[in-house]
């Protein structure tokens, strides 16, 4: 490959559009452009890079005995309308109409579409099965970010095991895990397994690979000192025991005028961790009490997963005052004090608490002596607190870490939630027809692109592992004027070429420093440099994008010195 017949427009500035390193580089350096928010055209380089991923995606899928396929992007309603999926998914799924006015979707994802190929399995003979595709996905995201971080559409390597029972999809997961681990090992990305929510897919446990990075939209809850990784979303820690007095035999109503926040009443000689913080949300259209201490904030998330609410939002003032008579500041769940029965889900560090503090749903009114027990009809208990760092880790009881990071990978145990609304049947060996037990099991393709950068970066650019480069060597002409240094340069490239290196020579007519600049940019792992100077000593220079390295090689071995970094 000749650079001065590539398509590599290389820019000098950052553009101020771009909100991430790896979204900077990505433009500068000349691998996409972007077309609209959340979709980018990838250029020549991008496209040899965007290769390498899916090739060594494709070799960890094919050695768990996975089978490709391609499944169509374009969906009828019908099977997402049978998983429940085409209201649950919202303004996020991209819907159409055909010319005969049937309704469509862009697909998200492939669970439903994989499981209409399945009911061909028909017998247990035929499991454990394992699928995988790459294949374009379309997302209508609201904010698109980050560059190929967060698009609208993107290449996903979707994964589906099918098994019979629990135990083979604990088998196929562990697989998918195994080789999860080695693709992003191989990637040169250091992605921890964390224990994470099943959000919109469902199932029973899933697993999210996250590369630490300043950029990451996800906080990942992590413990150095034994290896506990979980998102924020799912994570917990160990709280010190409390040691609460019984307190009065009923809550006292106590007057607190201009109390409205945790921090106002502990004027009332109530410390954080004695208050009742009451919260009210609308969980698909009932309105939720949702109790935690007072000094612990709420994750959102684990409230969704723990109700199993499609639609969740703040309730606003007027719903609350309606409901309660009061406004927030003096809210509380003491039944004496409401004048109708709500539901109530509670945060699992409440179980148990005496002598508490919580509002009168009186406005400037409070309780104190609250026993929650006693005086509070919770009809849920859940850990709906979000951890903090310096908490204690579950495993080993040292202090917890919060880290922003990447999702590079998920994996979902399914179950048979999609099996049942599909009708994924086998015969058992019994003779009784049951319905298989699937897992899920993603990769994002340009994320995955973008997240190696965010870690391979310095201040010249990218530094590509050579494992997905698009190159892994360029020769440059240092002076492409001079045919001695240009015939010397070629002869070098050409014997690269034949023995198998993956080389481009930059042949452009421009400055040699404008050469080392773009070759530093784009991120070739190493370069071949041919001038005036080296052609006299009969020497060539080879530099190492990663170190800055330059050595000083033989002509006549280049090709030898270049295999020997390659094989290290």
Same mark, same amino acid.
């Given at each position: 490959m000749r650079w001065s017949q590539m398509f590599v427009p290389t820019l000098r500035d950052d553009p101020a559009e771009a909100d991430a390193p790896s979204h900077r580089l990505l433009l500068r350096a000349g691998y996409v452009r972007q077309l609209t928010a959340g979709h980018y055209s990838l250029l020549p380089l991008a496209v040899r890079v965007r290769a390498r991923i899916i090739e060594i995606i494709r070799a960890e899928m094919d050695a768990i005995g996975a089978q490709e396929m391609l499944l169509p992007a374009l969906h009828p309603a019908e099977p997402w309308q049978r998983s429940g999926r085409w209201e649950l998914m919202g303004q996020e799924m991209f819907r159409l109409r055909d010319r005969r006015g049937a309704d469509h979707? =862009?697909?998200?994802?492939?669970?439903?579409?994989?499981?209409?190929?399945?009911?061909?399995?028909?017998?247990?003979?035929? =499991?454990?099965?394992?699928?995988y595709q790459f294949q374009t996905k379309f997302r209508d995201e609201p904010r698109p970010k980050g560059g190929l971080m967060r698009t609208r559409e993107f290449?996903?390597?979707?994964?589906?095991?099918?098994?019979?029972?629990?135990?083979?999809?604990?088998?196929?997961?562990?697989? &998918?895990?195994?080789? &999860? #681990?080695?693709?992003?090992?191989?990637?040169?990305?250091?992605? =921890?397994?964390?224990?994470?929510?099943?959000? #919109?897919?469902?199932?029973? *446990?899933?697993?999210?690979?996250?590369?630490?990075? !300043?950029?990451?939209? *996800?906080? /990942?809850?992590?413990?150095?000192?034994?290896? &506990?990784?979980a998102n924020i979303e799912r994570a917990t820690s160990v709280l010190p025991a409390a040691s609460d007095e019984p307190g009065p035999a009923a809550p006292e109503r106590f007057d607190t005028p201009g109390v409205r926040t945790i921090e106002d009443l502990r004027a009332y000689d109530a410390p954080d961790d004695r208050q009742i913080k009451t919260l009210v949300y609308v969980l698909d259209g009932t309105l939720t009490l949702v109790l935690l201490r007072g !000094?612990?904030?709420?994750?959102?998330?684990?409230? /969704? !997963?723990?109700?199993?609410?499609?639609?969740?939002?703040? +309730? *606003?003032?007027?719903?609350?005052?309606? +409901?309660?008579?009061?406004?927030?500041?003096?809210?509380g769940a003491v039944d004496a004090f409401l004048p109708a029965p709500l539901p109530v889900i509670a945060d699992e560090a409440l179980r148990g608490r005496r002598d508490m503090f919580t509002g009168a749903n009186t406005d400037d009114v409070h309780l104190r002596g609250v026993d929650v027990d006693r005086d509070i009809e919770v009809g849920k208990?859940?850990?709906?607190?979000? /951890?903090?760092?310096?908490?204690?880790? @579950?495993?080993?009881?040292?202090?917890l870490e919060i880290q922003r990071a990447i999702e590079v990978g998920h994996i979902f145990k399914l179950g048979d939630r999609y099996a049942r609304a599909l009708g994924v049947e086998v015969l058992d060996p019994d003779g009784k027809r049951v319905p298989v037990v699937m897992g899920s099991y993603g990769i994002g393709v340009e994320r995955a692109m973008a997240a190696i950068i965010e870690i391979h970066n310095d201040d010249r650019g990218i530094v590509w592992p050579l494992a997905v480069a698009p190159f892994? @060597? #360029?020769?440059? @002409?240092?002076?492409?004027?001079?045919?001695?240094?240009?015939? +010397?340069?070629? *002869? @070098? &490239?050409?014997a690269l070429k034949g023995a198998g290196v993956?080389? /481009?020579?930059?042949?452009?007519?421009?400055r040699a420093g404008v050469k080392f600049r773009d070759a530093e940019l784009t991120g070739i792992p190493f370069r071949v440099t041919l001038g005036r100077r080296g052609l006299a000593e009969g020497t060539a220079e080879v530099t190492a994008r990663a170190t800055g390295d330059t050595e000083k090689v033989p002509l006549d071995a280049v090709v030898a010195h270049v295999r020997a970094l390659l094989r290290r």
């Amino acid at each position: 490959m000749r650079w001065s017949q590539m398509f590599v427009p290389t820019l000098r500035d950052d553009p101020a559009e771009a909100d991430a390193p790896s979204h900077r580089l990505l433009l500068r350096a000349g691998y996409v452009r972007q077309l609209t928010a959340g979709h980018y055209s990838l250029l020549p380089l991008a496209v040899r890079v965007r290769a390498r991923i899916i090739e060594i995606i494709r070799a960890e899928m094919d050695a768990i005995g996975a089978q490709e396929m391609l499944l169509p992007a374009l969906h009828p309603a019908e099977p997402w309308q049978r998983s429940g999926r085409w209201e649950l998914m919202g303004q996020e799924m991209f819907r159409l109409r055909d010319r005969r006015g049937a309704d469509h979707a =862009l697909g998200m994802t492939h669970e439903e579409i994989f499981a209409t190929v399945a009911r061909e399995l028909n017998s247990y003979r035929r =499991l454990p099965q394992q699928w995988y595709q790459f294949q374009t996905k379309f997302r209508d995201e609201p904010r698109p970010k980050g560059g190929l971080m967060r698009t609208r559409e993107f290449t996903m390597k979707d994964a589906y095991s099918f098994d019979l029972d629990g135990a083979g999809l604990d088998a196929s997961f562990d697989a &998918y895990h195994g080789a &999860y #681990t080695r693709i992003f090992e191989r990637l040169g990305l250091p992605a =921890l397994a964390c224990e994470a929510s099943s959000g #919109t897919m469902g199932g029973s *446990d899933s697993t999210e690979f996250m590369c630490p990075a !300043d950029v990451g939209e *996800d906080l /990942v809850v992590h413990c150095p000192a034994c290896g &506990y990784a979980a998102n924020i979303e799912r994570a917990t820690s160990v709280l010190p025991a409390a040691s609460d007095e019984p307190g009065p035999a009923a809550p006292e109503r106590f007057d607190t005028p201009g109390v409205r926040t945790i921090e106002d009443l502990r004027a009332y000689d109530a410390p954080d961790d004695r208050q009742i913080k009451t919260l009210v949300y609308v969980l698909d259209g009932t309105l939720t009490l949702v109790l935690l201490r007072g !000094d612990h904030p709420l994750n959102e998330q684990k409230l /969704v !997963d723990a109700t199993g609410a499609t639609g969740i939002r703040a +309730a *606003d003032p007027a719903e609350i005052q309606d +409901a309660l008579g009061a406004l927030p500041g003096s809210l509380g769940a003491v039944d004496a004090f409401l004048p109708a029965p709500l539901p109530v889900i509670a945060d699992e560090a409440l179980r148990g608490r005496r002598d508490m503090f919580t509002g009168a749903n009186t406005d400037d009114v409070h309780l104190r002596g609250v026993d929650v027990d006693r005086d509070i009809e919770v009809g849920k208990w859940a850990d709906l607190r979000e /951890v903090e760092a310096g908490q204690r880790c @579950v495993r080993c009881g040292e202090a917890l870490e919060i880290q922003r990071a990447i999702e590079v990978g998920h994996i979902f145990k399914l179950g048979d939630r999609y099996a049942r609304a599909l009708g994924v049947e086998v015969l058992d060996p019994d003779g009784k027809r049951v319905p298989v037990v699937m897992g899920s099991y993603g990769i994002g393709v340009e994320r995955a692109m973008a997240a190696i950068i965010e870690i391979h970066n310095d201040d010249r650019g990218i530094v590509w592992p050579l494992a997905v480069a698009p190159f892994q @060597v #360029t020769v440059v @002409v240092a002076q492409s004027d001079d045919a001695d240094v240009a015939k +010397a340069a070629e *002869d @070098v &490239y050409t014997a690269l070429k034949g023995a198998g290196v993956d080389v /481009v020579i930059d042949d452009r007519a421009e400055r040699a420093g404008v050469k080392f600049r773009d070759a530093e940019l784009t991120g070739i792992p190493f370069r071949v440099t041919l001038g005036r100077r080296g052609l006299a000593e009969g020497t060539a220079e080879v530099t190492a994008r990663a170190t800055g390295d330059t050595e000083k090689v033989p002509l006549d071995a280049v090709v030898a010195h270049v295999r020997a970094l390659l094989r290290r």
